[in-house]
């Protein structure tokens, strides 16, 4: 059964409340998420940190409905997660969540056009569609100019900036970003956020990103720390 039609203007993007998510590795079990509550509103502005293997990038896949909780509540614009099939899933993954990742996972014999066009395929539009959809993104991302170049053709904030469009052509209500600037040089990483900054103040989508640096965390309105798979700090605000 679909889920029941909501208003999603007036609904959180994703709301986790006592979520947990335990693993089974050679028999033994590991707790990477211990009781999370988190919420993401429309529009939001929000960095999570923490060390390596602290649950952030754990936290960051049920975020943005990539697994399911061990337990606790996981909601998208108000629908449990916990009720919807996997088709269901992933359809309201494609309608609201972008994913933007740190190894750009672009693909390499397709020209940028192409990429950016992708998500758009499991829409159901047709070519010509995607292609004026992937062009305009593209555009607003200032590469109108290199839509026929392949990922090893552009550089690695250029590769980074096609992988923004991709996850912005769907015109989703919240971006996820997992280390959006690990593999760039710091002038590169600064363009990113600074492109980040400016589709999250034009376009009103929620922008939540994974890192490891206090100065790229630096740059969002609210941040929250994770250490052994809980929050254990938050500061800022959503406005």
Do not use: C, W
Not at 97 to 108: E, N, Y
């Amino acid at each position: 059964m679909a889920p029941p039609a909501t208003d999603p203007g007036s609904l959180a993007v994703v709301e986790a409340h006592g979520v947990s998510k335990v693993y089974r590795l050679d028999g033994v079990e590991v707790r990477a998420l211990d009781g999370v509550d988190l919420e993401v509103a429309a529009g939001d502005s929000l960095a999570i940190m923490g060390p390596s293997g602290s649950g952030k990038s754990t936290l960051l896949g049920l975020l943005g409905g990539l697994d399911r909780p061990t337990s606790g509540t996981l909601r998208f614009q108000g629908r449990d997660v916990t009720r919807l099939s996997d088709d269901e899933l992933a359809v309201v993954r494609n309608q609201v969540v972008g994913f933007v990742f740190q190894s750009f996972q672009l693909l390499a014999r397709t020209p940028a056009v192409g990429n950016v066009g992708l998500p758009l395929v499991y829409r159901g539009l047709g070519r010509a569609e995607r292609r004026r959809l992937a062009v305009s993104t593209l555009e607003s991302v200032g590469l109108g100019h290199r839509l026929q170049h392949r990922p090893s053709q552009l550089s690695g904030g250029e590769q980074q900036r096609v992988a923004i469009a991709r996850a912005l052509v769907t015109e989703p209500a919240m971006l996820l970003a997992d280390e959006p600037t690990g593999n760039l040089d710091s002038r590169s990483g600064d363009e990113v956020l600074d492109l980040l900054a400016r589709l999250h103040d034009e376009r009103g989508v929620a922008v939540v990103v994974v890192t490891h640096d206090p100065g790229v965390a630096g740059r969002f309105r609210r941040r929250v720390t994770m250490a052994d798979g809980r929050l254990t700090s938050a500061t800022g605000t959503v406005a």
